[in-house]
């Protein structure tokens, strides 16, 4: 497993490559079995957009790339992306027993991703700005409160306030590799 970021990731627990994400797929993608990319989501974030700041759109670019590789690949995204999106799954961190519900996407390419049943939603989510009750979901995006309380809650011990607010549970990676290996 290889980490790709044009930014440093000095957390990052596994071996990272400091470059242009692709860039790098088209000159080393063909060595992979398969490609899990996440284009920047600021573009279709209701943070961002609420703030009405400027960001590129990578997803189409990021596709195209992977298409051009031939490799099988899958694409995550923030439910914002879902019209830019062909088919998306859709992955809720309540069907792995997160505490939170944080809504995925997940558009794969040269192989089939099952959509898991997406469970109800029966516990409130914390409010904006407070810390996460025991019998609460909790919400980590912008300045949320109780780092230690998301790592946790997360599975991302190693990561950062800044990295969580961004972050792919592992679970759910952990989800879409056994999808693609039951299918080899």
């Not at 957009?49 to 990578?58: A, T, V």
């Not at 439910?79 to 998306?88: I, K, L, Q, S, V």
């Not at 912008?142 to 969580?164: C, H, K, Q, T, Y």
Request: aromatic content about 10%.
């Amino acid at each position: 497993m290889v980490g790709v970021d044009i930014a440093p990731q000095p957390r990052y627990p596994w071996e990272f490559v400091q470059a242009e994400a692709i860039q790098f797929l088209l000159t080393y993608g063909h060595r992979f079995d398969l490609i899990h990319a996440s284009p920047p989501c600021q573009l279709y974030s209701k943070t961002q957009r609420i703030m009405q700041n400027s960001h590129p759109d990578l997803l189409g670019p990021t596709r195209d790339a992977l298409r051009a590789i031939g490799v099988p690949w899958v694409i995550e995204n923030v439910m914002g992306a879902e019209a830019e999106m062909r088919d998306p799954v859709l992955l809720c961190g309540a069907y792995f027993g997160l505490d939170t519900y944080r809504h995925r996407l997940f558009e794969p390419g040269g192989w089939e991703l099952k959509t898991p049943d997406h469970p109800e939603h029966v516990r409130r989510q914390t409010k904006m700005g407070r810390r996460r009750k025991p019998d609460e979901m909790g919400i980590y995006v912008g300045n949320f409160i109780g780092v230690e309380d998301a790592r946790r809650d997360l599975g991302v011990p190693w990561m950062s306030r800044e990295g969580i607010r961004e972050c792919i549970p592992p679970a759910y990676t952990e989800y879409v590799g056994n999808a693609f290996l039951e299918q080899l």
